[in-house]
T-cell receptor, first 118, second 113 residues
Framework: EPEVTQTPSHQVTQMGQEVILRCVPI?????FYWYRQILGQKVEFLVS????????KSEIFDDQFSVERPDGSNFTLKIRSTKLEDSAMYFC????????????????FGPGTRLTVL | RKEVEQDPGPFNVPEGATVAFNCTYS??????FFWYRQDCRKEPKLLMS???SGNEDGRFTAQLNRASQYISLLIRDSKLSDSATYLC??????????????FGAGTQVVVTP
């Protein structure tokens, strides 16, 4: 069964450093997302991406965050200058399409990258 | 008011019993609804989509009540493997906001032998 993959599974970094989290969405999916979950809290939307553009971003997704689809398979989240409060689990997700027919808006999540900022 | 609210539990359920819990959502324009399950420190995994007429998938039954803005999940014949946190998820699905899933904080279910 196709699945979303993410690397690395765990990233430890020093405050102020840049990190890049990588995701390989399901191959026939065209819509991509990043979410984060701070330990003990709910999953929060960061950004959605389609056709090489950001479609929507949350207030969390400020100027230190960026996303990119550098090639036909990878989807990345870059955090330019990490802060202690960026420590969280970051989940990538993908979906076929946002339409309501057959629930093609269903999003499938990768296993996550645990980011620890020291 | 929170966008998606859930009773955090835990719901302690004897093996073989039935458990049910609800979730409420604040935006009446919400279009798409899901239940995901999340095991400790793992990713959310789709349990089932929730259709307007209600739907069943094996031991799991989901209902949607648009008038009262709540979604329910019922688990019959609980198994030990059903122990998890169940996440209620809502998607507004407008032209401006079509992919932003809004998650509840989750309802913890613990199935005991």
């Amino acid at each position: 069964e196709p699945e979303v993959t993410q690397t690395p599974s765990h990233q430890v970094t020093q405050m102020g450093q840049e990190v890049i989290l990588r995701c390989v969405p399901i191959s026939n999916h065209l819509y991509f997302y990043w979410y984060r979950q701070i330990l003990g809290q709910k999953v929060e939307f960061l950004v959605s991406f389609y056709n090489n553009e950001i479609s929507e971003k949350s207030e969390i997704f400020d100027d230190q965050f960026s996303v990119e689809r550098p090639d036909g398979s990878n989807f990345t989240l870059k955090i330019r200058s990490t802060k202690l409060e960026d420590s969280a689990m970051y989940f990538c997700a993908s979906s076929e399409a946002p339409g309501l027919l057959d629930h093609t808006d269903t999003q499938y999540f990768g296993p996550g990258t645990r980011l620890t900022v020291l | 008011r929170k966008e998606v609210e859930q009773d955090p539990g835990p719901f302690n359920v004897p093996e073989g019993a039935t458990v049910a819990f609800n979730c409420t959502y604040s935006n009446s324009a919400s279009q798409s609804f899901f239940w995901y399950r999340q095991d400790c420190r793992k990713e959310p995994k789709l349990l089932m989509s929730v259709y307007s007429s209600g739907n069943e998938d094996g031991r799991f039954t989901a209902q949607l009540n648009r008038a009262s803005q709540y979604i329910s999940l019922l688990i019959r014949d609980s198994k030990l493997s059903d122990s998890a946190t169940y996440l209620c998820v809502v998607n507004l699905m407008t032209t401006d906001s079509w992919g932003k899933l809004q998650f509840g904080a989750g309802t913890q279910v613990v199935v005991t032998p």
